[in-house]
């Protein structure tokens, strides 16, 4: 029996790919051309094992989906609601039959990181969409009416304190010309009595 052992410079090194908790990740595997025609397989290491998650006879299996570019030699796989336990290492392979018999091949490995943070990476794939606020407004928006409104506030309490201001300031006077016409008069009828006794 011979074993022959081939490089192939599409899949020498493992891949690193980044997800985030609830998004989308798209993993990329290209393959030797030998496998173009073969069934292709996405595997799960365990630590013990290798567990099947999904190959090309399905194109759709629970939260992962499989696609196979023949033209461009490039397996991909996408997995939708990114969880903590999606991370690990995975592999890429294709399914080999030679009459009864069949054997697998693996041929990308990909190091999947779950990480909750958002960043822009190179390795990942990820769906995007805009956050809304409450209002229906987009961040920069909301952040906008968030500034006008708080201008308007602070612009209404100094009005308000101004309105409070002059109020008190016009009563205190008012209340002083009256205390002070009330003095006069009690003096110019202490003036009459005085002048009376005399």
Known sequence: ???TIKEDPCCLSPNTVAGYLGETVTI?????????????????????????????TVTLMDRFSISDDRRSKVLRVRISDVREDDGGVYYCGAEERMGSISYKSFFTEIQLQVSEGKETTATASTTASV???????????????????????????VALLLIGGSAITYYKLRCEKTQESSFIRKRSGTNEMVGEWV
């Open 1 to 3: 029996m011979n074993l």
């Open 28 to 56: 990329s595997c290209s393959y030797p051309e030998e496998f173009e025609r073969n069934t292709k397989l996405f595997y799960k290491w365990t630590g013990e094992d290798f567990l099947e998650v999904i190959d090309t």
């Open 131 to 157: 956050r809304t606020t409450a209002t229906g407004k987009t961040p920069a928006a909301f952040e906008e009416h968030f500034t006008f409104s708080m201008i308007i506030t602070a612009c209404a309490c």
